[in-house]
């Protein structure tokens, strides 16, 4: 059924692929049959996730990437697939807006597919859903993936643990250090951007970006060398060295650092590959998508094979407080159906 | 082997009280048992979930909350939980600190118990964690248990479902437009609060949200009357009457507006109780939390069941592309054992 969508895409029709996504997105079993067949064309896409607070012009900064690798130089144009993961509510039609914003710069480039996508309210969620896009993009023949979310929720850590490369996105005076402090995510980032560069405070902001990189790798450990990681002398084998997130500033309306900021990408690019890290993070993503496979496909056999009255009745019964949750699981599973 | 402990937390006993919360937190056996000895005892208690972004002043608001619940006037005081659910790194020690600057406010009343939760990596997470520290305050006791959560991602969603009554906390001139908009948390707003209403730009973030409530609760449907919402007369029965949030100015810091705010919420209980609501939202919650453990439990019996070799080689043919995800699942489901 998925085989001659799976063609289409293969042979690069721009229809096909904005078809097979929207069936991603839904689910669709021909969604599903067709990702089986373009699974063995994945695996060579460059996947760069781009997160931070709303206000920090992270859409903005994804257009400038956007642009500078369709630039004519050496290793490029490449070809760039944009998914902006916007757990916007429907009625807000945020996504929508922003695909509108986003195509005056892009338009026309058949080098470029820009794709939204809002929440799923599946079992799975937004992080299988993006994990199956990636899967189509790259199979589709698409360089760089650049996955752009919002915020600094759970969701968006999942969703950043997907890509090879991950850049949190900071701007001056918006609190940076509240909300990096709470968000908790300065863990995931691989390159840390200060956008708005232009803008006072941005001192401060990387001030304290340090600060809290200082905490989140201790100074002990490694030492910088003209903005590249190294370990102590002596102290760890090559395939032990550190990356420190560098700090790097970008103007993303007029596109100042974002060329140094891509340099940046593929310096850690460089980094994965040589330490191995590129394959042991590949391999965790594949675990991972199995793992919500697996999941969802134990959960929904059970629930079939469970008359729903019966389930039914098991929640009445909690509700009467006369079954706790663990004695309903039990209760649940005792029946070897 | 709960037996002991579930009965020292039904007498009240604090320290016992903290040791469950713990071994809740960690998912310990003799914490799922005691559990199972308690639930009997839950369901009195009222469901406060407070979220907002960070800058809001929202942990200073609960403080306010809990500091007039246990005022001595008729209704009168009642007995506070608070659990703040904090994504915040184990570095940064966010919770911790939280705590500490809280106890100076609360210290020393029997009548009021704070917690802090730290982000959880297991399968049902932050949500599953969250629902039964909230069963084991519910049967300890308390009347009133107030959910603090940071942020408006998919995780502070889930746990806001977890409440009676959901308060957004807003304000003012954070760019509330935008953080309210791209977090799309309008729909589980029961009461919308601007806190910090004495600074300047309160009415325009006033204005920002009296806007975006119209695009999610349609003018037609419903008419105010004194800040409560009516359906149009002869179009809807009764029990279908829908609740408008309402917007409240308060001043963590002083007090200011935290009274009319409690009155709020009683009003929203009261509605709940009038429509049924009360029940459906109660059901609705012990469905998903029975649906999570069961998700958890099938996920580890069949990862138990299934020899850990075979499931590193299927991930071994998925990193060299041989196997695609959902083919893993239907070789792993198709071994009858």
New interface residues.
């Given amino acids: 059924m998925g085989k001659a969508l799976a063609k289409s895409i293969l042979s690069g029709e721009r229809m096909a692929l904005a078809r097979l996504l929207t069936q991603v997105e839904n689910g669709s079993p021909e969604g ?1 049959a067709s ?2 067949e373009l ?5 060579k896409a460059q996947l760069i996730g781009v997160t931070g607070a ?2 920090t012009g992270k859409s903005s900064l994804v257009n400038q990437m956007a642009l500078q690798y369709r630039r004519s130089e050496a290793g490029y144009p490449k070809r760039v697939a944009i998914i902006a993961v ?4 429907p ?2 039609g ?1 996504a929508v807006l922003g695909d509108r914003v986003r195509m005056r710069d892009l338009a026309g480039d058949p080098g470029v597919f820009i794709r939204s996508m809002a ?1 799923r309210g599946s ?1 799975g ?2 992080a299988q859903a993006t994990a199956a896009m990636v899967q189509v993009f790259d199979a589709a023949g698409f360089d760089v993936i650049l996955i752009e979310t ?7 850590v999942d969703i950043a643990r997907l890509a090879h490369t991950t850049l949190v996105v900071e701007a001056p005076g918006l ?1 940076d250090e ?2 990096a ?4 995510i ?2 995931i980032a691989d390159i840390l951007v200060i956008n708005k560069a232009d803008l006072p405070g941005v001192e401060n902001a990387e001030y304290a970006l340090r600060g ?1 990189l200082g ?2 790798h201790p100074v002990e450990k490694v030492f910088h060398h003209h903005g590249q990681a190294m370990s102590m002398p002596g102290s760890e084998p090559v395939n032990a060295v550190l990356w420190v997130p560098p700090i790097l500033r970008t103007v993303a309306t007029d596109g100042t650092g974002v060329g140094e900021l891509l340099a940046a990408i593929e310096r850690h690019a460089q980094h994965l590959r040589a330490t191995g890290d590129w ?1 042991r993070r ?2 965790t993503r ?2 991972s ?3 919500a ?3 969802e ?3 929904t ?2 629930r079939l094979s469970f008359p729903a009255d019966r389930y039914e009745k ?2 009445d019964r ?2 009467q ?9 039990r209760e ?2 005792k029946k070897p159906k």
Avoid at 181 to 184: E, M, Q, T, V, W
């Fill in positions: 599903r990702l089986d699974f063995a064309y994945t695996g709303p206000g916007d757990p916007s509510s009625f807000t945020g929440s079992l969620g937004l919002v915020g600094a929720g759970q969701t968006e609190g509240i909300q402090i709470k968000a908790g300065l863990e809290m905490l989140a394959g590949e391999r594949l675990e998508e199995l793992e496979l697996l999941t496909t134990l959960v056999q059970f098991l929640i909690l509700v407080r006369s079954l706790s949750p663990w004695e309903a699981v649940l599973l």
